[in-house]
């Protein structure tokens, strides 16, 4: 199974920790976008939602490893933006992910625990972000798709693409050990 981890500045157009300010409340568009205390709305990038909610559908489990010192305020968007779902329902973004590594530090740390945590092989695990200095998280043997404005549907697909050319793998191949 292909693990999917995401960064929050590949989620989110701005980074909360020097642009959002106060508490977060749910906007009236159902947890699409939320806004701070000064005023300021805040959402996914376009694509994200469906990507998530198609990742998940998919059985994958995916991670979020981000670097922020503002911990409280990322989890606080990661609990109010909400995935829409086919039956109209929606769910907070955070359950989407079974690995959480929110705090400053190194990216390799949050792989590491992540891991340690998950049993997943690095091998097995892609990365999304949007800053070339985290591509040292490919000396544990993570892949690492480098981004620039946000996660696409494009994006995605070319990691993807790279994730399998990097482990000889066709589209029809499953990991070892996974049931066919």
Not at 57 to 73: L, N, Q
Request: proline share 3%; charged share 30%; hydrophobic share 30%.
């Amino acid at each position: 199974m292909l693990r999917i981890e995401h960064w929050l500045t590949c989620l989110f157009p701005r980074r909360c920790d020097t642009h959002v300010y106060g508490r977060l409340k749910e906007s009236e568009d159902g947890g699409l976008s939320v806004s701070d205390t000064h005023g300021g709305s805040y959402g996914f990038y376009n694509d994200v939602a469906g990507i998530l909610a198609s990742i998940e559908e998919k059985g994958c489990k995916m991670g979020v490893a981000s670097r922020t010192s503002a911990t409280d305020i990322a989890n606080q968007l990661l609990r109010s933006l909400r995935i829409p779902r086919e039956s109209g329902e929606s769910k907070p973004a955070l359950s989407a992910f079974e690995f959480v590594e929110i705090y400053p530090g190194s990216k390799k740390n949050h792989f590491q625990r992540i891991h340690k945590k998950s049993g997943v092989p690095y091998q097995e695990m892609l990365f999304f972000d949007d800053e070339s200095r985290n591509k040292n998280v490919e000396e544990l043997g993570v892949v690492m798709q480098l981004i620039r404005d946000g996660v696409t549907r494009a994006e995605v697909d070319r990691g993807v693409g790279e994730w399998r050319r990097k482990n000889h793998r066709s589209k029809k191949q499953k990991p070892e050990g996974e049931d066919q």
